[in-house]
């Protein structure tokens, strides 16, 4: 038996002694018949029992009914990192309300790393007295008065990657006091974890968030676990669906479209390892492929373009990473564009794909609620190319006559029959939504 720690309930660990009763002789009998105390239940919850069922396959577990839909909002790490303070979040609360994003569905305001101070003399965390002068609860109270969430962030680690106070150890009390401040979105991360299990240490703060009775949404942030470098492989969407409600699929976002640095990734790239995830994403449980990066100035309009429509089209998370309290209006026309946010937001809760690969060129589609179909065509060429896609590629017969809408142009092009092809520019795409026409 491996040594990895899993949690099971007390009800499962008394079925368990009597099926195995056979095997164990006299001393399981006297574990079975032993009344047990609350140091006996720790114990088999986290204990050195705690190796027999791995969480996420407790049939005890089940879904919190969060997040049916992606997620959608701001993040502050991809522009402020560190530098963060309750002036910024403040202001760019402002301006998730007065820019339209608010209307448009975006409602997280979520702080990511740095906020945290030291703990006090009873273990309890508190913020920053510096950047958050004012305190989490008041910054919290702020944001909920706009009609807005309020998220935070912690790390399953001793320690978070910005060398803050990590929750490993301190689960329940940290949980209470994120449900005291209000929060309605943890952002749990994988610095600093050493050996620690990763399914145990998200089940654990799930268990903890639920503890707390009150509804937030949690993001489990350990990157897919591809560094080479670290002891634990598990993959968070085999084990998650239960446990989180997205789960990060790569390495960090950088603000380029390929290649990358030091633990991050090219747009390109993210999307060249998220897109063969698709079975594992639906309502509640989504693949999150990391923040937007539009806006914050390494990449083209047309290459922001492209990250926006990929995110809807494979329901991923939409957590714009820029300042919204100073975006430009290319900036705005991207993130408030509600054509493709309702792709992203489709009921439905399909992931879309790849449906054909020519080298350069890309078909993507993904099937919607209405039983209609979202389509990209995919430029990753140096030069813009003409790309053409069929109906039966789609699922569709290619003599039914479909209605055309180019969803960046905000334009319909008609019905078409069997086919429609267009000029894509580079590092672009044109997305469509098709819809087959009623004849009655």
């Known amino acids: ?3 990895r720690r899993f949690r099971f309930t007390l009800a499962r660990a008394v079925l368990l002694t009597t099926a195995l009763l056979s095997s164990t002789g006299a001393a399981a009998q006297a574990v079975q018949a ?3 105390t609350p140091l006996d239940d720790y114990n088999v919850e986290f204990g050195p029992n705690a190796n027999l069922f791995p969480a996420s396959k407790d049939p005890k577990r089940t879904h919190n009914g969060l997040a049916m839909t992606p997620p959608m ?6 522009k402020f990192g560190c530098q963060i303070s309750e002036k910024v979040v403040r202001s760019v609360a402002d301006a998730m309300v007065s820019s339209g994003m608010k ?3 975006y409602e997280y305001v979520i702080i990511d790393d740095c906020w945290q101070g030291p703990r006090d003399k009873d273990g309890r965390i508190t913020a920053d007295p510096v950047k958050f002068p004012s305190g989490i609860k008041a910054l919290s109270d702020y944001i909920h008065a706009k009609g807005l969430k309020f998220g935070i962030y912690s790390d399953a680690g001793r320690m978070t990657c910005g060398r803050r106070p990590g929750s490993q150890g301190y689960e329940f009390q940290d949980a209470r006091t994120y449900a005291e401040w209000g929060a309605d979105y943890l952002k749990y991360d994988w610095c600093y974890t050493g050996t620690r299990d990763s399914q145990e240490a998200y089940s654990l703060m799930a268990d903890a968030l639920r503890a707390t009775g009150r509804d937030v949404v949690l993001s489990i942030c350990n990157w897919g676990v591809n560094r080479p470098t670290f002891s634990d492989k598990s993959r968070p969407w085999e084990w998650g669906q239960k446990i989180g409600n997205l789960w990060r699929t790569t390495e960090d976002i950088n603000d380029r479209w390929e290649g990358g640095g030091m633990f991050a990734l090219g747009v390109s790239n993210i999307i060249d390892l ?3 995830l698709h079975p594992y994403a639906g309502p509640g449980h989504w693949n999150d492929p990391d923040m937007l990066e ?6 083209t309009t047309d290459e922001y373009r492209s990250q926006f429509s990929l995110w809807a089209l494979m329901a991923a998370p939409l957590l714009a990473g820029n300042d919204i309290a100073s975006m430009d209006k290319t900036t705005g026309e991207i993130l408030l564009n ?3 946010i309702a792709v992203d937001q489709d009921p439905l809760g399909v992931q879309g794909r790849r449906v054909r690969d020519d080298g350069d060129l890309e078909v993507w589609s993904k099937p919607l609620a209405d039983g209609g179909r979202a389509v990209i065509l995919f430029n990753r060429g140096k030069a813009p190319a003409e790309i053409a896609v069929s109906w039966p590629e789609l699922g569709l017969p290619a003599s039914v006559p479909v209605e055309v809408r180019d969803l960046w142009a ?4 008609g019905a078409k029959s069997g086919r429609y092809s267009a000029t894509v520019p580079s590092h672009g795409v044109v997305m469509l939504r098709l819809q087959a026409v009623d004849k009655h």
Request: hydrophobic share 30%.
């Open 274 to 276: 998220h897109e063969p």
């Open 338 to 340: 509600r054509e493709v």
């Open 1 to 3: 038996m491996h040594d």
């Open 103 to 105: 209307d448009a569905g």
């Open 410 to 413: 905000h334009k319909s092009l």
């Open 34 to 36: 032993k009344k047990f």
């Open 294 to 299: 539009v806006g914050n100035g390494g990449m």
């Open 73 to 78: 909002g701001w993040n502050s790490w991809n």
